[in-house]
């Protein structure tokens, strides 16, 4: 795969930068929270059962020419990429994901998310984790609370390996479980091989999408859409039919949405095996 990317300066402006900015935490936190907002995670690919390459040319043209999202082996290997580019000291590791899953489950590591090393203090740092992502880096070796422009998240310690975990409604929720353990190439490739291609995977047939702004959250999943504004109630309307979907999927999260022949119906299997597994 190649590691280098190819056009830096326009994904530099979609954050806000002309110029490369010094590697730092405060130029760390500014990307990482732009990014969320200017990014979408979606899942149209692996809803049409297409497949989903990770070379980096292949991830820059979907996301920066080609209008799309994609979610954490896209844009955290897109993002890692530019880290390195700017002279950060990063590096991708992996982790379970706990959300929706039974206490005692211990799923697949299918989440690539990064460590970056910033004047000698560790961070994890993700802009791929769909509607609950961190739009901040979070301090790795401590346990207390950290704000960010959105929810609260508390990393815990067991052992060798950590839980992330964010606050929900006044209560805390693990999102996943990770160790320092580093992820070669191949490690990536066996991950997004099993997310994008098994049967058993929850992307498979499905679509999520999620973007981030100034105190929001907009999430499309389950057959509706949800937007959830800092401190106020959260607000939820359906989608009645795959052209309500492609309406809401180009304004209200930005996509240039593939113009691929099996789309409509795919969207309206989709939305029918939702209704019928929520009866």
């Known amino acids: 795969m190649s590691a280098t990317l190819t056009d830096v300066a326009p994904y530099l402006r979609r954050l806000g930068h002309d110029q490369p900015p010094a590697p730092t935490l405060a130029t ?10 200017a990014f979408p995670f979606e899942t149209l690919s692996t809803l049409l059962q297409l497949p989903v390459p990770l070379d980096l040319p292949s991830i820059e043209r979907k996301l920066l020419h080609d209008g799309r999202g994609g979610y954490c082996y896209e844009l955290n290997r897109l993002f890692l990429a530019l880290l390195h580019t700017l002279g950060f000291d990063a590096r991708a590791i992996a982790a379970r994901v706990l959300m929706g899953e039974a206490e005692d489950a211990v799923p697949a590591r299918t989440h690539l998310l990064v ?4 004047d000698g203090e560790r961070h994890i740092v993700d802009v791929g984790f769909g509607g609950m992502v961190p739009t901040a880096p979070l301090r790795l ?11 609260p998240y508390r990393i815990t310690r067991h052992g060798d390996g950590y839980t992330l975990q964010a ?10 479980a990770f160790d320092l353990q580093p992820q070669a190439e191949i490690d990536q490739v066996v991950g997004n091989w099993y997310v994008s291609t098994h049967p058993d995977s929850p992307f498979m047939g499905q679509l999520r999408v999620a973007r981030t702004g100034p105190g929001w959250r907009r999430t499309l999943g389950s057959g509706g859409v949800a937007l959830h504004r800092t401190g106020l109630a959260s607000e939820r309307w359906p989608l009645a039919d795959a052209d309500a979907v492609i309406a809401e999927l180009q304004q209200g999260f930005g996509i240039r949405v593939p113009a691929h022949p099996g789309l409509h119906a795919a969207i309206e299997a989709w939305l029918g095996s939702d209704a019928s597994s929520s009866a």
Not at 28 to 37: E, F, I, P, S, V
Not at 141 to 151: A, C, K, N, R, Y
Not at 167 to 176: I, K
Request: aromatic share 6%; proline share 3%.
């Open 28 to 37: 760390l936190r500014a990307l990482q929270a732009r990014h969320t907002a």
């Open 115 to 118: 460590l970056a090393t910033v």
């Open 141 to 151: 070796d401590t346990e207390m609370v950290q704000s960010t422009p959105h929810e």
């Open 167 to 176: 606050q929900v409604a006044g209560q805390w929720r693990a999102l996943y």
